[in-house]
């Protein structure tokens, strides 16, 4: 039960957008205290009432039972009174260009350990690359090294993905692998569509 109360729940604003990850344990806090409602795939929205009257007839869900009943571990909630967004600014950080590059090295694919990944300017610095998105990428040490300083066509190596500045929900809390069957989807795809884009 004790890593059931620890799984992760996405939370909505009232206006139906994505702000924060928590765990099931405050998500049920939330839901019993009527501070927010579980979401579920036709939108509906249930108090933690009706959710304990609904997880009876639900199969095939991770349930938590309790002395007196069994409850359902909601994937989404959202909020009652909460109506303020989550922020759209993007840190240029080490951690946001790991996330981005997913861990991989960008000249051969392979996820060394995260200590032996380095960060690579695709036009070296003593070229004149400046250090910026669109010129850093994710190198593990061995072709790190054999970059060098070189252009990509004196290394002989080559991007897997030439580097962008990234979506700010790429980065967030919110990127992790979801299955494409996953509640969570419908609203990581609706924040990353409906987000107004910078001019």
């Given amino acids: 039960m004790q890593s059931m109360l620890n799984h992760n729940v996405l939370v909505l604003n009232r206006h139906w957008t994505a702000v ?8 049920l806090v939330l839901l ?11 939108y509906s929205t249930y108090d933690f009432e009706t959710w304990r009257e609904l997880t009876e007839v639900m199969s095939q869900v991770e349930k938590i039972t309790t002395p007196t009943f069994e409850i359902a571990v909601p994937e989404v909630i959202m909020l009652t009174q909460f109506n303020r967004f989550p922020p759209r600014q993007l840190k240029f950080s080490r ?17 060394p350990h995260k200590e032996e990944l380095t960060i690579d300017h ?3 610095r003593s070229r004149g690359g400046k250090t910026t998105w669109e010129n850093v990428v994710l190198a593990c040490i061995r072709c790190n090294m054999k970059k060098g300083s070189k252009l990509l066509q004196e290394s002989g190596l080559r ?3 030439h580097p962008v500045k990234p979506h700010w929900l790429a980065c ?7 299955p494409a069957s996953s509640l969570w989807q419908k609203f990581l795809d609706r ?3 409906d987000t ?3 001019e």
Avoid: E, M
Wanted: charged content about 20%; some cysteine; overall charge positive.
């Fill in 95 to 111: 951690r946001n260009i790991y996330l981005r590059d997913s861990h991989t090295c960008q000249y051969c694919g392979k996820i």
């Fill in 32 to 42: 019993y205290g009527d501070h927010a409602r579980v979401v579920v795939d036709d």
């Fill in 122 to 124: 695709v036009l070296p």
């Fill in 159 to 161: 991007l897997l993905n």
């Fill in 172 to 178: 967030s809390q919110f990127h992790q692998k979801l």
């Fill in 20 to 27: 924060h990850v928590t765990s099931a344990r405050r998500a």
């Fill in 196 to 198: 107004q884009l910078d």
């Fill in 191 to 193: 924040a990353y569509w």
